[in-house]
T-cell receptor, first 113, second 115 residues
Framework: AQTVTQSQPEMSVQEAETVTLSCTYDTSESDYYLFWYKQPPSRQMILVIRQEAYKQQNATENRFSVNFQKAAKSFSLKISDSQLGDAAMYFCAYRGGAQKLVFGQGTRLTINP | DTAVSQTPKYLVTQMGNDKSIKCEQNLGHDTMYWYKQDSKKFLKIMFSYNNKELIINETVPNRFSPKSPDKAHLNLHINSLELGDSAVYFC??????????????FGPGTRLTVL
């Protein structure tokens, strides 16, 4: 069974600085996708970014980018120019052939003004 | 123009009661899901339906019964509620089974509290 691990329960960063959230996963599949979801206090789950495992190029979405290391099974999220609105729980998720999302434990990100 | 909606958003009930949570999506997706988020924020799949057919049933007690009247709706019925059922329940949807890359879009969640 696939597992996803987020080893940082909490992180904090100064506004306008850069922060990196870590995620590792375990799978024997070769075709899969990885996602980062954001859950602000409103509780809504919001897709931040996704990465196809067959693509070597790291995905980027504005201030959000990933560092995907397939051999190391690592998928970290970098947030540049952090803003107060980035404060939230961040979940790393895996989706393979079973079609279900497997989530990590989450990282609570605090932005200090 | 809510894409995935759930009702109710909050549900407080007594142990032993039966309750339902409704989910509707207007994205034209074929696949819908129920996830449970526990008090430690851990999210786990419960069920998945594709075109009204159950495709994932993830070791959930049989007190939980999903029902899909059509591909735009997936309701969750819970019998004989227990304290441990208290959680946030999320509905999600995606285009279908065509590959693992379909992005899942989530509803706002339903916070269930069992007293």
């Amino acid at each position: 069974a696939q597992t996803v691990t987020q080893s940082q329960p909490e992180m904090s960063v100064q506004e306008a600085e850069t922060v990196t959230l870590s995620c590792t996963y375990d799978t024997s599949e070769s075709d899969y996708y990885l996602f980062w979801y954001k859950q602000p206090p409103s509780r809504q789950m919001i897709l931040v970014i996704r990465q196809e495992a067959y693509k070597q190029q790291n995905a980027t979405e504005n201030r959000f980018s990933v560092n995907f290391q397939k051999a190391a099974k690592s998928f970290s999220l970098k947030i540049s120019d952090s803003q107060l609105g980035d404060a939230a729980m961040y979940f790393c998720a895996y989706r393979g052939g079973a079609q279900k999302l497997v989530f990590g434990q989450g990282t609570r990100l605090t932005i200090n003004p | 123009d809510t894409a995935v909606s759930q009702t109710p958003k909050y549900l407080v009930t007594q142990m032993g009661n039966d309750k339902s949570i409704k989910c509707e999506q207007n994205l034209g997706h074929d696949t819908m899901y129920w996830y449970k988020q526990d008090s430690k924020k851990f999210l786990k799949i419960m069920f998945s339906y594709n075109n009204k057919e159950l495709i994932i049933n993830e070791t959930v007690p049989n007190r939980f019964s999903p029902k899909s009247p059509d591909k735009a709706h997936l309701n969750l019925h819970i019998n004989s509620l227990e304290l441990g059922d208290s959680a946030v329940y999320f509905c999600a949807s995606s285009y279908g089974l065509a590959g693992a890359g379909d992005t899942q879009y989530f509803g706002p969640g339903t916070r269930l509290t069992v007293l």
